[in-house]
């Protein structure tokens, strides 16, 4: 085993007793590779363990042979999952998030079926979940059907960073549609628009398997819960795009009658009145049963139309900034623990790039934080939603939330790097703060990705 991350132990950019810097811990060091946590949820239930990817620089996630782990404490690392004989168009396995109590984690994985023509792809990728003690036994998640007719329940295209819902019985996930790039390269519209669907194991769904290996089995019945369309109405609520989506609290967020409504933050692209594109907040809230057809069209769409979001379905946008002096918003977007706020980044009166929080009820948003340059991003909760962690000035900070003067509810934990942070994530007992920089190789100019670990 190799444990020379104990080298990597270090403080980086000096001690300040002054701010009282927390130690940099270095728990990746492999030159040869990346380790890329990806924004997602990469601590182990216990604390004990982080999972990443190994993507490569030129292939990305469709080049990466596999997602490991890495013991917290001793440097430690395990394969979960392999692919054999990798290349950099695919399949690649990677974007990998530990589930919230059990020991087992979902990834990327692109299709079996990869050569430099048809490559790993936005919309030729699926979610497969493996667990940590019986590696390299894949659980097919979402299920895939591209010959028609299509199969409710099962999705045409790609999925991607998946995450757990808080209480362990949903994912969701950002989703491109292979139909839907099939019929924008015949018409030259763009029709390939990303959007946002979710998956739970209520109801069953089986598909055919194709000689070309283009359809794939599925444990979880999944749906699109996000209609875009390719030209939004100026001045309306439609977008084109969905991204930089979170699960709305544990489960859920409250509603005024005190009931709990499952539901995903996002950002969405509107069109605002002059004709330019704004990237706005939104909130999806999600029925029970995802298994019922709404008014828009069949869940399995039509050669020529998309996957439309079940019955029950709601889509709602929650920011108006678009006819501002500073429009837009932006980050991935994070909720509290117990879904009352979601937080997102947005320019402040001067045009700085500031944390805000907004009700998913809606109103009017409230500025967290008031530093005099950008914050980079890298949101997460505290458990108690007493405090948020993130990134600004190329270090890690962590402010309260109070009414005290901002000076008075804000901390550098880290020193300034040379190295931007990022893809930070909190650990369940709140005890470490991990996240990535790129980290230099000797004698070369090429950096790699590695992951540093600081303890609260």
């Given at each position: ?263 995903r933050a996002f950002i969405g692209k509107v069109i605002n009145k002059n004709g330019n594109p704004v990237d706005e907040l939104f909130v999806v809230d999600i029925p029970d049963s995802i298994n019922v057809a709404g008014e828009f069209g069949p869940l399995e769409g039509t050669p020529t139309t998309a996957m439309m979001p079940p019955k029950g379905t709601v889509q709602r946008r929650i920011t108006h900034t678009a006819e501002s002096k500073y429009p837009g918003c932006g980050g991935v977007v994070r909720s509290s623990p117990d879904g009352t706020m979601i937080s997102f980044l947005a320019q402040d009166k001067n045009g700085i790039r500031q944390i805000f929080t907004v009700s998913p009820l809606g109103g009017e948003p409230v500025q967290v934080t008031e530093h ?85």
């Amino acid at each position: 085993m190799n444990y020379k991350w104990l080298i990597g132990l270090m403080l980086l950019g000096g001690c300040s007793t002054h701010e009282n810097f927390k130690q940099e811990i270095q728990l990746t060091n492999d030159s040869s590779t990346n380790h890329d946590l990806d924004n997602n949820d990469n601590f182990s239930p216990d604390g004990k363990w982080l999972v990443y990817d190994t993507r490569t620089g030129v292939g990305g996630i469709g080049g990466s042979p596999s997602v490991e782990r890495v013991n917290i404490e001793t440097g430690e690392i395990q394969v979960i999952f392999g692919v054999p004989d990798n290349k950099d168009y695919g399949p690649g396995a990677g974007a990998a998030s530990y589930h919230p109590t059990d020991n087992k984690v979902i990834f990327i994985h692109g299709l079996p079926i990869c050569t430099p023509e048809n490559p790993y792809q936005q919309w030729r990728r699926t979610g497969v979940i493996t667990y940590d003690n019986n590696p390299n036994v894949p659980i097919l998640m979402d299920a895939r059907d591209v010959t028609y007719p299509y199969t409710p329940g099962a999705l045409r295209g790609g999925t991607h960073r998946h995450e757990w819902s808080r209480d362990g019985q949903w994912v969701g996930y950002t989703y491109n549609d292979a139909i839907m790039k099939k019929l924008e390269d015949s018409t030259g519209v763009k029709w390939n628009l990303r959007t946002i669907a979710v998956s739970n194991q209520r109801h069953k769904v089986s598909v055919d398997i194709d000689a070309a290996g283009e359809n794939v089995p599925g444990t979880w019945f999944s749906a699109v819960v996000v209609r875009v369309v390719p030209n939004p109405i100026p001045g309306s609520d439609e977008i084109s795009n969905a991204a930089s989506d979170s699960w709305i609290g544990m489960p859920g967020y409250p509603k005024p009658d005190g009931t709990k409504q499952v539901a995903r933050a996002f950002i969405g692209k509107v069109i605002n009145k002059n004709g330019n594109p704004v990237d706005e907040l939104f909130v999806v809230d999600i029925p029970d049963s995802i298994n019922v057809a709404g008014e828009f069209g069949p869940l399995e769409g039509t050669p020529t139309t998309a996957m439309m979001p079940p019955k029950g379905t709601v889509q709602r946008r929650i920011t108006h900034t678009a006819e501002s002096k500073y429009p837009g918003c932006g980050g991935v977007v994070r909720s509290s623990p117990d879904g009352t706020m979601i937080s997102f980044l947005a320019q402040d009166k001067n045009g700085i790039r500031q944390i805000f929080t907004v009700s998913p009820l809606g109103g009017e948003p409230v500025q967290v934080t008031e530093h005099a340059t950008n914050v980079q991003g890298g949101m997460r909760w505290s458990k108690d939603n007493s405090h948020i962690a993130y990134i600004w000035d190329n270090s890690i900070v962590i402010a309260e939330f109070s009414k005290l003067p901002f000076e008075q509810r804000f901390k550098r934990i880290t020193a300034k790097s040379a190295d931007e942070f990022s893809n930070l994530v909190w650990s369940n007992d709140e005890k470490i703060l991990a996240y990535n920089r790129l980290v230099p190789i000797e004698g070369k100019k090429d950096k790699k990705q590695q992951i540093f670990v600081v303890k609260l």
